[in-house]
């Protein structure tokens, strides 16, 4: 009985912080989503499924319910960008990290500070310092007319929301890859030299074999965070390319339709669940297997 009441207490905060922090804040907003607008913000009764129709219809002068690809187009563009920010990162964290893990150990100090370091800073300071890069007056274009090159409009477009999304997200990547490569033992890489093996070889048939649960573990780790946010869209944007972090706020502030924000929330939390839970089942089930 103690060692039971050990346990239960050791896993109390945990248990409580999930309740708080996620049930909660996630049933709160799924009650929301089936209730009626307030007439100045907020929720009333009775109980609806409007805010549900509202994603996939609109309705014309005559009331009739006419099919709208408006919000459609806009989750479209957020998982595109999510995806492109994964991969991006991917590309740039998987040879950042196992460069970190070949390093030195103070070497490998001094670079996992560097990749924690913007943490330090807020996130808003941060993505607002690529407004000041990619604008038109701003160290970019500057930097290609000091050198004779014709400037251009850097900012307020996709490609924009992209590289803030990446620099915010990239340590999300590294981090998780490079605490995998860690705990690889030369003696591998060194054999796969042994036998002759090149570089793509050994990188293909070794490294990214070994490297593949952090891979795994830092997209999921970019795409939850990239698919909801709303900085980037906001400030690299201009409110112009809106995604479904940036519409979800537009409906919890100026436009007061909070069922719908919340309805919003919920798709995007499933879809997010879903794809969690598909990957942690294939991940038990490899484990099983071996």
């Given amino acids: 009985m103690n060692a039971r009441l050990t346990t239960i207490l050791l896993r109390s905060p945990v248990l409580v912080t999930m309740v708080l922090f996620m049930l909660v804040p996630m049933g709160l907003a799924?009650?929301?989503?089936?209730?009626?607008?307030?007439?100045?913000?907020?929720?009333?009764?009775?109980?609806t499924a409007l805010a549900y129709r509202q994603l996939l219809f609109q309705e014309?002068?005559?009331?009739?319910?006419?099919?709208?690809?408006?919000y459609l187009a806009i989750l479209w563009r957020s998982v595109l960008l999510a995806a492109l920010t994964v991969v991006a990162s991917l590309a740039i964290g998987l040879p950042l990290?196992?460069?970190?893990?070949c390093s030195a150990p103070a070497k490998r100090a001094r670079l996992l500070l560097l990749i924690t370091l913007p943490f330090w800073i807020n996130t808003l300071i941060r993505t607002y310092c690529w407004v000041l890069?990619?604008?038109?007056e701003g160290l970019l274009n500057g930097g290609l007319r000091y050198f004779g090159l014709a400037g251009g409009h850097f900012l307020y477009n996709d490609v924009a929301i992209l590289l803030g999304m990446i620099y915010t997200y990239l340590p999300f990547m590294v981090l998780p890859i490079y605490a995998v490569l860690e705990r690889v033992n030369g003696d591998v890489i060194e054999a796969s030299h042994d036998l002759y093996a090149d570089r793509w070889n050994t990188f293909r048939r070794i490294v990214w074999p070994l490297a593949m649960p952090g891979?795994?573990?830092?997209?999921?780790?970019?795409?939850?965070?990239?698919?909801?946010?709303?900085?980037?869209?906001?400030?690299?944007?201009g409110g112009r390319r809106l995604m479904i972090g940036s519409l979800i706020q537009l409906q919890f502030t100026s436009s007061r339709n909070w069922p719908f924000g919340a309805a919003l929330a919920t798709v995007v939390s499933v879809a997010i669940l879903a794809v969690l839970f598909?990957?942690?089942r294939k991940s038990f089930n490899k484990v099983a297997a071996r």
Avoid at 60 to 70: A, P
Avoid at 97 to 101: G, L
Avoid at 133 to 136: C, G, M, N, P
């Fill in 30 to 47: 799924v009650v929301y989503s089936f209730m009626t607008n307030g007439a100045y913000g907020g929720v009333r009764m009775p109980f």
């Fill in 60 to 70: 014309d002068f005559d009331g009739n319910l006419v099919f709208s690809t408006g």
């Fill in 97 to 101: 990290a196992w460069y970190m893990a």
């Fill in 133 to 136: 890069i990619l604008r038109d």
């Fill in 215 to 237: 891979a795994i573990a830092g997209s999921l780790l970019v795409f939850a965070p990239a698919l909801g946010s709303f900085l980037a869209p906001d400030l690299l944007g």
């Fill in 278 to 280: 598909v990957v942690v």
